[in-house]
T-cell receptor, first 114, second 109 residues
Framework: AAGVIQSPRHLIKEKRETATLKCYPIPRHDTVYWYQQGPGQDPQFLISFYEKMQSDKGSIPDRFSAQQFSDYHSELNMSSLELGDSALYFC?????????????FGPGTRLTVT | GEDVEQSLFLSVREGDSSVINCTYTDSSSTYLYWYKQEPGAGLQLLTYIFSNMDMKQDQRLTVLLNKKDKHLSLRIADTQTGDSAIYFCAERYGNKLVFGAGTILRVKS
């Protein structure tokens, strides 16, 4: 079965640079979620979108923005990168038809800021 | 508040049962999840339960829910070395999931 696709899988950036992470949800899933997992930590919710509209917002820095496109893929844009932004970024998807009960996670993008 | 707590480490022998525990705080109806994360990998959804249920079984996995104590457990029968991973308990708040710190399960052969 198709899973959530994230690209790139690994990304190395320098401080103050920008980064764009992409997420392609499972086909027919209409909701995407972004989570950040720091080293040795649990995933923290950043933001979610349903039908291209922001549906919930967590601890996402103002330097980050995200959007969902008409084909349901989502992009997380990160500017003025800091060393502390180094983490694993997960995208997850679910469907309203499924009651949003099952969030399936992608393999993650490992961002390293040097 | 949003708080999910787990024991940090569990070591078992291959073939034994593993029981991973979790406590949560939300008293309203919600969904509770178990995810598995292998080193450097993503989060794999193992199973989930609605808070009005007491138990759910799926092959080697059994989820028990004590609503009064807000206690959730995941039992893995006949634990194998491939079960070694970090197990996260999560509670659903609206759209988002709030995770516990994760329990490292180590299976000794």
């Amino acid at each position: 079965a198709a899973g959530v696709i994230q690209s790139p899988r690994h990304l190395i950036k320098e401080k103050r640079e920008t980064a764009t992470l992409k997420c392609y949800p499972i086909p027919r899933h209409d909701t995407v979620y972004w989570y950040q997992q720091g080293p040795g930590q649990d995933p923290q919710f950043l933001i979610s979108f349903y039908e291209k509209m922001q549906s919930d917002k967590g601890s996402i820095p103002d330097r980050f923005s995200a959007q969902q496109f008409s084909d349901y893929h989502s992009e997380l844009n990160m500017s003025s990168l800091e060393l502390g932004d180094s983490a694993l970024y997960f995208c997850a998807s679910s469907s309203l038809a499924g009651g949003q009960n099952e969030q399936y996670f992608g393999p993650g993008t490992r961002l390293t800021v040097t | 508040g949003e708080d999910v707590e787990q024991s940090l480490f569990l070591s078992v022998r291959e073939g034994d049962s593993s029981v991973i525990n979790c406590t949560y705080t939300d008293s309203s109806s919600t969904y509770l999840y178990w995810y598995k994360q292998e080193p450097g990998a993503g989060l794999q959804l193992l199973t989930y339960i609605f808070s009005n249920m007491d138990m759910k079984q799926d092959q080697r996995l059994t989820v028990l829910l004590n609503k009064k104590d807000k206690h959730l457990s995941l039992r893995i029968a006949d634990t194998q070395t491939g079960d070694s991973a970090i197990y996260f308990c999560a509670e659903r708040y609206g759209n988002k999931l709030v995770f516990g710190a994760g329990t490292i399960l180590r299976v000794k052969s």
